[in-house]
């Protein structure tokens, strides 16, 4: 539900702020305009200004990694045609140059979701269910800790470590 209400709101701002360029109500001389561009060292590209004006926005920074996913691509489904075509330049050679500019986000890596001292993949699921499992199943030696599931595994072996961990603090 959230990812519909997220996407409506940038489908909402998409279509209430995008405006085609103007040249008439361009601040910038026509000579500006015409200029050779400046490499790509020197200054970002109009899509990349244009790209950080929209996920400033869209509030890319404090969106969880999913909702990121969903600003990047709605940007470039429904931003990007309308740029290339005030650039003149086709649809696919557009995403081309954003994609290699900008590359999509990971859902897993962006928002750096943990489950104890494991990081997730996409959501913490499997950690979880290999931590219950062990809690279930009285393991208390990571050794035993074994599956088809990497990130169950990891999840068992977080239970058996805590478990090692507090037996010998109760020794001391």
Known sequence: MKRW???????????CDHR?????RS???????????????EAPSPTVLKWNEFKAKAGFDEATPEEQVLIWEIYRDQFLPAIA???????????????????????????GERFLGSRCTQDCSGHEAGYYWAADNDISDPD?????????????????????????????
């Open 85 to 111: 075509a005030d650039q003149g330049v086709t649809v696919d050679e557009m995403k081309r140059r954003f994609e290699t500019q900008v590359p999509r986000p990971t859902q897993g890596e962006a928002g």
């Open 20 to 24: 085609p360029a103007d040249p008439a």
């Open 27 to 41: 601040s910038a001389p026509a000579s500006a305009a015409s200029a050779a561009p400046a490499s790509s060292a």
């Open 144 to 172: 035993d800790c074994t599956g088809d599931s990497q990130t169950f595994v990891e999840g068992c072996q977080e239970y058996a470590e805590e478990r090692r961990e507090s037996s010998s603090k109760s020794e001391n």
């Open 5 to 15: 209400l997220v996407a409506a709101s940038l489908i909402c701002l998409a279509a």
